[in-house]
């Protein structure tokens, strides 16, 4: 079946190289299991078999064993545990961008060509766009996850430790922290030519001690005609979380020249004593 087309039960027949009994039978049990929807004649695969199929393909890598637990539910994706044969954790994000109008296409049962064609053409989109940019970026730096193998609508990371710096957890040095997320922006902007476009605290992983800048598939090159503001808006957006969390302070236009490469140090302030967000 074609990945996001209505694909008739003939050219199933067709390309299956089946007979077409046994075709009829397959499409019957997957409709069972909500894998497919029907209008008459022509078949479509939910997200959800688009789900399997992708696992399927990091089983036949070696990269899954087992599916975990769901680590984070997103407007944009899901990022559930995967555990591989050699007991490494995997983090596997799969892209659901507009999954509330894709929803709406189910539930009123029609199998919309064109909903499913931009589903799969901006989810499988932003997954190549994000394993690309993971990839030139842990070239530069380890501040960034380590992208293992992509397939479908769906990238595989390395699970990272840690909680979300929005969750204000105890920073062993945060002066040092803030430090490595602009020299982070400032390597991925200078030498990968990439600007983030979504940086906050919540796209931002730690353990206490280390930093890592997560969450790149809308990533802007400088020449984009909004480069300038989504720079500015990325760095000034977690230099005030630190002021208000961290009380670290750090010269907002110096910190973005910084960021550019116009100047090569930054000065990080200490506001006040505590090392912990006060909430
Ligand atoms: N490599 C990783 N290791 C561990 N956890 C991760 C990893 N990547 C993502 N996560 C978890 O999944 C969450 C969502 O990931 P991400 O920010 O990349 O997706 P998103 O689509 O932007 O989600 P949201 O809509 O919640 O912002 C993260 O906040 C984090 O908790
Ligand atoms: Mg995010």
Do not use: C
Not at 85 to 99: H, I, N, Q, T, V
Not at 134 to 139: A, E, H, I, S
């Amino acid at each position: 079946m074609l990945e996001g087309r209505n694909t008739n039960f003939d050219a199933i027949v067709r390309m299956s190289g089946q007979p077409a009994q046994r075709i009829r039978f397959a499409l019957d049990e997957l409709g069972k299991r909500r894998l497919i929807g029907s209008a008459g004649e022509n078949y479509t695969l939910y997200t959800s078999a688009l789900d399997l199929l992708a696992l399927k393909h990091y089983a036949d890598r070696d990269y899954a064993m087992a599916l975990g637990k769901l680590i984070a539910k997103g407007k944009e994706s899901d990022v559930y545990e995967v555990l591989s044969p050699k007991s490494e954790l995997f983090a596997l994000k799969l892209f659901r961008l507009g999954r509330t109008s894709f929803r709406d296409v189910k539930r009123k049962r029609s199998t919309s060509t064109f909903d499913s064609i931009s589903w799969v053409t901006s989810n499988y989109k932003a997954a190549r766009h994000e394993f690309a940019a993971l990839q030139m970026l842990r070239k530069l730096t380890e501040n960034v996850p380590t992208a293992v193998d992509r397939d479908r609508h769906t990238v595989l990371l390395h699970e990272l430790p840690g909680v979300r710096l929005s969750q204000r957890p105890e920073l062993e040095d945060p002066e040092e922290i803030l430090s490595s997320i602009l020299q982070t922006a400032r390597e991925a902007y200078m030498v990968a030519k990439m600007i983030n476009g979504d940086l906050s605290e919540y796209n931002i992983l730690t353990d206490g001690r280390r930093a890592w800048l997560i969450d790149w598939p809308q990533w802007v090159g400088p020449t984009h005609p909004n480069a300038g503001e989504l720079l500015r808006r990325d760095v000034f957006t977690v230099l005030r979380f630190f002021v208000r969390a961290y009380g670290v302070k750090v010269d907002d236009e110096r910190a973005l020249k910084y960021v550019r490469g116009e100047v090569d140090s930054l000065k990080v302030r200490r506001g006040r004593s505590s090392t912990r967000g006060s909430g």
